[in-house]
């Protein structure tokens, strides 16, 4: 039979601390100083306690308030704990503490750990929409009143609230550490899936942290050893990679490798597309636009299988201190993992997961038994060029590449070349050891890279960054009534109005966001987590520390505590707004997608222009879809193009001047002449482009370009 489970929460000030335990029917039992410490253990003895940051923090305090320690005590402990920077288990030898332990009949698990990133407790509370966000209402540093005393032993009441929603959303991860944990004899219910890995792996090689820690030969400078299958043909490519090959990459004190400069806005270019790389993994550089798959088209995206896994096992690297042992270890969990999978036993297979996908992690982390820089190098570098060996297979066969990033391409091809494509693919495979998972899209819509969203045919919806509706516990909600309306607009092409008004959830409306220093409304303090939602009763913005507007919230409502979710109790949320925000957006990804504008772009470069695409007039946008070169640009209305030569702005447009077009000046402190020039100093040149020069744009530039400049400057 399981133990009871108690959620707790201590608050501790200079004359006063206090904890909240919440049991599973939300009954609350409080202790308030001075702390019967008798009454205390014999309450939680032999009950798992649930916390946040708990570990480094509630348990600590437990284990002096237990050991009768004075009150003016437990404030220092307290203080060093939050503040002084060292390890907790050196202050609890500093401070002669009990460490508790099931030995004598204590259990705890630290949910922190288990949410990816270093979010705090009240940004996953707004995260969950818990109804109440509350910062601690005094200094913690300051003696209290009883009064005051009351304020913060409800207020212990609520982070336990949060905290059992926060366990209630992470009973699946709980489930699979607590499986893994009895299959290795550990305690792995308070690690992060890195942690877990290392934890295991130790394990599994017969031997511990300490030992490999002392191992460990620390580099200032690596360089990259490429395993045999990385052969590219492009010159492009060859190029990036003996130049791979040469580069020092240097180790900075955090104990992470960096690009150096000359690599770190490295673009290479393969057919009519541009690509970045970096420690983090390829991306493409990726203009907006939407694909759909048809009787003549078809839209496919092709992802290596557990890559950095993969590239793991195909090279056969292994972290220095470890011996190629660990090579055994590593691909014998594996094998498992996929032998769980086949076999439909996913609770294993989840579970084994979480270690084969974490183990790179763990390379890069200095304080790690299994750092190994070197590996951190080599798996990324690596998993980028062999993507690269796979793009200009697709290229050299015409094959049109809409996407490219860490792991995986799509591409939108004839399917009379579906053959050719699979061959290829298989081709690949067969060059580096690697398997890829094919899966069929009926639409792809993307505004960048790291936004878009793509529909499978059969009907799975994948989506990311502006375009990915987010209900978990990695993101701020960001209005995500406009998401579901851009979603629902490409799948079934409902009015995005109709989508906007057709919810009656506050919570579709809410913005949520951490302000460092905390952030104001009017004069009132919100604290550091603030909410809100867009109204048409307020013209007054939320406004940081510094008394700059916080992103988006101009007429602003703060929502800190949400008393209803009917829209209907909130007549002055500006349903407007979010409409407009989500015509912005589709109107982002449903423009023609340019083609063979990279090309274009490399040919104008040579000659010494910086060329710009024709994009909309409205919106005043800084962004250009050939490279990163800065542009000056807005959106809807008529087109305007731009380009950049010898430090001046020149512009291209339809007879007439746009007044939107004024918030480009304003931005840029200019004033830009029509049919003129300006340069990013801020001084205007008033004259023609160039016609020296208009022969070689000419020879660059599509028709429609050509007609644009003729009218501007003919």
């Known amino acids: 039979m399981s133990k009871k489970q108690l959620i707790f929460d201590f608050e501790v000030y200079p004359n006063w601390n206090h904890v909240t335990f919440m049991d599973q029917e939300g009954n609350f039992t409080q202790f308030n100083a001075p702390i019967d410490s008798e009454a205390l253990r014999s309450f939680v003895k032999s009950k798992t306690l649930i916390g946040f940051n708990s570990n480094r923090y509630d348990n600590y305090i437990l284990s002096a308030v237990l050991s009768d320690m004075k009150i003016g005590m437990v404030y220092r402990l307290s203080k060093d704990l939050v503040e002084s920077g060292k390890r907790a288990w050196d202050l609890e030898q500093s401070y002669g503490l009990e460490r508790l332990t099931k030995g004598n009949g204590f259990d705890f698990i630290d949910l922190m750990p288990l949410v990816a990133g270093f979010s705090g407790l009240k940004t996953l509370g707004a995260r969950m929409h818990h109804a109440k966000l509350q910062e601690l209402p005094f200094d913690p540093h300051e003696p209290l009143d009883e009064n005051q005393q009351q304020i913060i032993a409800d207020y212990c009441k609520?982070?336990?609230?949060?905290?059992?929603?926060?366990?209630?959303?992470?009973?699946?991860?709980?489930?699979?550490?607590?499986?893994?944990?009895?299959?290795?004899?550990?305690?792995?219910?308070?690690?992060?899936?890195?942690?877990?890995?290392?934890?295991?792996?130790?394990?599994?090689?017969?031997?511990?942290?300490?030992?490999?820690?002392?191992?460990?030969?620390?580099?200032?400078?690596?360089?990259?050893?490429?395993?045999?299958?990385?052969?590219?043909?492009?010159?492009?490519?060859?190029?990036?990679?003996?130049?791979?090959?040469?580069?020092?990459?240097?180790?900075?004190?955090?104990?992470?490798?960096?690009?150096?400069?000359?690599?770190?806005?490295?673009?290479?270019?393969?057919?009519?597309?541009?690509?970045?790389?970096?420690?983090?993994?390829?991306?493409?550089?990726?203009?907006?636009?939407?694909?759909?798959?048809?009787?003549?088209?078809?839209?496919?995206?092709?992802?290596?299988?557990?890559?950095?896994?993969?590239?793991?096992?195909?090279?056969?690297?292994?972290?220095?201190?470890?011996?190629?042992?660990?090579?055994?270890?590593?691909?014998?969990?594996?094998?498992?993992?996929?032998?769980?999978?086949?076999?439909?036993?996913?609770?294993?297979?989840?579970?084994?997961?979480?270690?084969?996908?974490?183990?790179?992690?763990?390379?890069?982390?200095?304080?790690?038994?299994?750092?190994?820089?070197?590996?951190?190098?080599?798996?990324?570098?690596?998993?980028?060029?062999?993507?690269?060996?796979?793009?200009?297979?697709?290229?050299?066969?015409?094959?049109?590449?809409?996407?490219?990033?860490?792991?995986?391409?799509?591409?939108?091809?004839?399917?009379?070349?579906?053959?050719?494509?699979?061959?290829?693919?298989?081709?690949?495979?067969?060059?580096?050891?690697?398997?890829?998972?094919?899966?069929?899209?009926?639409?792809?819509?993307?505004?960048?890279?790291?936004?878009?969203?793509?529909?499978?045919?059969?009907?799975?919806?994948?989506?990311?960054?502006?375009?990915?509706?987010?209900?978990?516990?990695?993101h701020n909600p960001s209005g995500d009534i406009i998401q579901k309306a851009v979603t629902e607009y490409l799948l079934n092409n409902q009015p995005i109005e109709s989508t906007v008004m057709a919810s009656d959830d506050i919570r579709d409306f809410i913005y949520v966001k951490k302000v460092t220093g905390g952030a104001t409304k009017d004069g009132d303090y919100l604290g550091s987590i603030v909410r809100w939602y867009l109204s048409t009763d307020t013209t007054t913005p939320i406004l940081n520390t510094k008394g700059n507007k916080v992103s988006l919230s101009e007429n602003g409502v703060p929502l800190m505590d949400i008393h209803s979710l009917s829209v209907e109790d909130y007549p002055d949320l500006d349903v407007n707004y979010y409409i407009c925000e989500a015509e912005k957006v589709l109107s982002d990804i449903t423009q023609p997608k340019s083609q063979g504008k990279n090309l274009e772009a490399r040919r104008l470069k040579a000659q010494g222009f910086s060329p710009a695409p024709m994009i909309h007039i409205g919106k005043t946008v800084f962004k250009d879809d050939f490279s990163s070169s800065e542009a000056i640009g807005t959106q809807t209305g008529g087109r305007v193009g731009l380009i950049q030569y010898d430090g001046v702005i020149y512009r291209f447009t339809e007879p007439g001047w746009p007044s939107a077009y004024k918030s480009a000046e304003k931005k840029l402190d200019v004033s830009i002449k029509f049919g003129g020039v300006v340069d990013m100093g801020g001084q205007t040149k008033i004259g023609d482009f160039p016609r020296e020069l208009r022969d070689n744009l000419f020879e660059v530039l599509t028709k429609a370009q050509k007609e644009k400049i003729t009218n501007s400057v003919s």
Request: with cysteine; charged share 25%.
């Open 158 to 474: 609520n982070d336990c609230l949060i905290t059992e929603k926060l366990y209630q959303r992470l009973q699946e991860q709980v489930a699979l550490r607590t499986q893994l944990g009895e299959t290795y004899k550990l305690d792995l219910r308070s690690l992060g899936d890195a942690g877990i890995a290392e934890k295991v792996l130790l394990k599994e090689l017969d031997t511990t942290s300490s030992e490999l820690r002392q191992k460990i030969v620390r580099h200032k400078v690596l360089s990259y050893d490429p395993p045999s299958f990385i052969n590219p043909v492009s010159l492009e490519v060859k190029a990036l990679f003996a130049t791979l090959k040469e580069t020092e990459f240097q180790i900075k004190e955090s104990g992470h490798p960096e690009l150096p400069d000359s690599l770190k806005n490295k673009v290479i270019e393969l057919g009519d597309k541009s690509y970045k790389i970096g420690l983090g993994g390829l991306h493409s550089i990726d203009c907006a636009g939407m694909f759909t798959a048809d009787d003549e088209n078809m839209i496919i995206d092709v992802d290596v299988t557990s890559y950095y896994p993969a590239i793991i096992t195909q090279t056969g690297w292994y972290p220095p201190q470890t011996g190629p042992e660990f090579n055994a270890v590593y691909q014998s969990i594996v094998d498992r993992r996929v032998e769980a999978k086949n076999a439909g036993r996913k609770a294993d297979s989840d579970s084994l997961k979480i270690i084969v996908n974490s183990t790179y992690g763990k390379t890069g982390s200095q304080y790690s038994a299994l750092y190994a820089p070197n590996l951190t190098i080599g798996i990324t570098l690596t998993g980028q060029l062999a993507l690269l060996m796979l793009i200009e297979k697709f290229e050299a066969e015409g094959l049109g590449i809409i996407s490219a990033n860490t792991d995986g391409v799509t591409v939108r091809i004839k399917r009379k070349n579906e053959a050719v494509f699979t061959q290829l693919c298989s081709d690949w495979e067969s060059d580096t050891g690697f398997n890829l998972e094919r899966v069929d899209y009926k639409l792809f819509a993307q505004r960048d890279v790291n936004c878009y969203i793509a529909v499978t045919t059969d009907g799975h919806i994948k989506a990311k960054g502006a375009l990915a509706i987010h209900n978990d516990l990695t």
